[in-house]
């Protein structure tokens, strides 16, 4: 059965770094974009990273940009988000999930409604 779980999570300081993996089962990892998603108490899934199935084009949330980095390793079905310079406002589970096939633009990446399959998510949790 296909399914996505995610680890990595923590509790770090401001100014800290982290780095989350996702692993995959169930499909042709290669296929499929992935994307990074993180969800804060009573706010909505709200998109964080994503990756095209080769790992030749990557797209990310503002709020992230130059800070975090996301990552595959085709051979061994995983994905990563590497983080630097977290802040408490970066305090959420963060999910992993499996993009519908198709070309990976910037249009859909952003899109929750366009992954198909999710992960239970791993907590990071900043502290200031």
């Known amino acids: 059965q296909a399914q996505l779980v995610e680890s990595g999570g923590g509790t770090v300081q401001a100014g800290g770094s982290l780095t989350l993996s996702c692993a995959a089962s169930?499909?042709?990892?290669?296929?499929?974009?992935m994307g990074w998603f993180r969800q804060a108490p009573g706010k909505e899934r709200a998109f964080v990273a994503a990756?095209?199935?080769?790992?030749?084009?990557?797209y990310y949330a503002d709020s992230v940009k130059g800070r975090f980095t996301i990552s595959r390793h085709n051979d061994n079905n995983t994905l990563n988000l590497q983080m630097n310079s977290l802040k408490p406002e970066d305090t959420a589970n963060y999910l992993c999930?499996?993009?519908?096939?198709?070309?990976?633009?910037?249009?859909?990446?952003?899109?929750?409604?366009?992954?198909?399959?999710w992960g239970q998510g791993t907590q990071v949790t900043v502290s200031s």
């Open positions: 999930a499996r993009k519908i096939k198709g070309r990976l633009v910037p249009q859909n990446a952003r899109n929750r409604h366009e992954y198909f399959q």
């Open positions: 169930g499909r042709t990892f290669s296929d499929y974009a």
């Open positions: 990756i095209s199935g080769g790992g030749g084009t990557t």
